[in-house]
């Protein structure tokens, strides 16, 4: 089902009497194909729960539209719209078995919907297997792990076949093994299903590593969207470039002057396009190359060993964050005693934004 999000704000008013209104979500125009994993994000606060909130109906926006397919469900109430919810918190009810947790949705359905016990099994016997908690069905919630937990509440969310699937930050209460486990498991969940599902989390790798599309949000404006490695590779302002990537980016002020990146008096770049300016300029960790010869010189710190990569960790002048992080293959001997150590840079991993607006100069 494809959605679309026109023009859609909401506001809650100041919590005292003078205070100016929060805008959780600002005029949000937003089309989420059909059938794909979207990964809503954005860091805390910046108004990814109200915008669920609002798909699923339990907030109605202040202005706007929201459309199912062709259908406006603005005015829709939520046990209509066929929407599938988990939070974060899983929120089972203690009391109940995990079959009768899951069976619980399709016992209030009336008239022409109305299910026999024996429909109801099955279809939480078949949304059970979907999520593999076949061999759990008998227990109650108190007596599972934590992603268990978040199974059940999944397969609870799925066994109406809502036609979208809501997960805000599905995954924060779990440890960090059981984490990538369970995203993964959602992944082929929403591959098996095909229900168009949008995942909320404000953690980038998690967002990126299983979205078809990301969404990158920023005190309730969208910045960007798109897949998520054309996204990073191409951010279309400052905010999304230091939100992708771990390490983050490494951020320098510069300038711009007849047509070349300068980073302090070094020349970094050919900049052509960019008219004479000061800048911001942005260089990913996997963008250095180290060269006795290299454009930039940094003080050397430390060097980290990552396995693979070492991280190649150094400081300059200009640069925003306090380490700036190179990392280079392990096969390359970096000498630990010099105090400096000089990059050539990838073009293609260095961004150069206006010092003011921040957006992206090309
Ligand atoms: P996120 O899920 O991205 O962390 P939220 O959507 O929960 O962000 O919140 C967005 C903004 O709206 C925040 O500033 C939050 O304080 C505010 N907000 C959310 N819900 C309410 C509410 N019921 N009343 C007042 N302010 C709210
Ligand atoms: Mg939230």
Do not use: W
Not at 96 to 121: A, C, H, R, S, W
Not at 137 to 147: E, I, W, Y
Not at 167 to 175: A, T, V, Y
Not at 317 to 332: V, W
């Amino acid at each position: 089902m494809k959605v679309t999000l026109e023009n859609l704000t909401k506001k809650f008013p100041g919590f005292q009497k003078k205070q100016p209104d929060v805008v959780a979500v600002n005029d949000v125009t937003l089309e989420i194909p059909d059938g794909k994993l979207i990964g809503l994000l954005g860091p805390s606060g910046c108004g990814k729960s109200t915008t669920l909130h609002l798909l699923s109906g339990l907030q109605k926006p202040t202005s706007g539209k929201i459309f199912f397919g062709d259908d406006d469900v603005t005015a829709l109430p939520p046990e209509h719209r066929g929407v599938g919810l988990v939070f974060q918190n899983y929120a089972l009810y203690p009391h109940l078995t995990v079959l009768q947790n899951i069976i619980f949705p399709l016992q209030n359905l009336k008239g022409k919907d109305k299910l026999t016990k024996e429909e109801m099994y099955q279809k939480a016997a078949d949304v059970a297997k979907l999520v593999q908690i076949q061999n759990l069905l008998d227990r109650k919630p108190n007596a599972l792990s934590g992603g268990q937990q978040q199974r059940v509440a999944i397969a609870r969310a799925l066994v109406k076949m809502p036609r979208i699937l809501l997960l805000d930050e599905p995954l924060s209460n779990l440890d960090a093994r059981l984490r990538l486990q369970t995203r993964e498991e959602i992944r082929r969940i929403q591959n098996e299903t095909g229900i168009t599902t949008i995942f909320v989390t404000h953690d980038q790798e998690e967002a990126m590593s299983i979205s078809d599309m990301i969404v990158v949000m920023k005190d309730g404006v969208i910045h960007q969207m798109g897949n998520p490695q054309a996204v990073y590779d191409d951010p279309v302002d400052l905010f999304v470039a230091k939100f992708l990537g771990t390490p983050p980016i490494n951020v320098f002020g510069g300038k711009v002057e007849s047509g070349y990146l300068y980073i302090g008096d070094e020349r970094i770049l050919e900049t052509p396009g960019i008219a004479d300016q000061t800048v911001i300029a942005a260089i990913r960790p996997e963008g250095f190359i180290l060269s006795d010869t290299g454009a930039l010189t940094c003080k050397l710190r430390r060097v980290e060993i990552m396995g693979r990569d070492v991280s190649v960790v150094c400081g300059h002048k200009d640069s925003e964050n306090t380490d700036i992080r190179a990392i280079i293959s392990s096969d390359i001997a970096v000498d630990t005693a010099s105090a400096t150590v000089r990059f050539d840079v990838k073009p293609e991993k260095v961004f150069i934004f206006h010092s003011q607006s921040q957006e992206r100069l090309r």
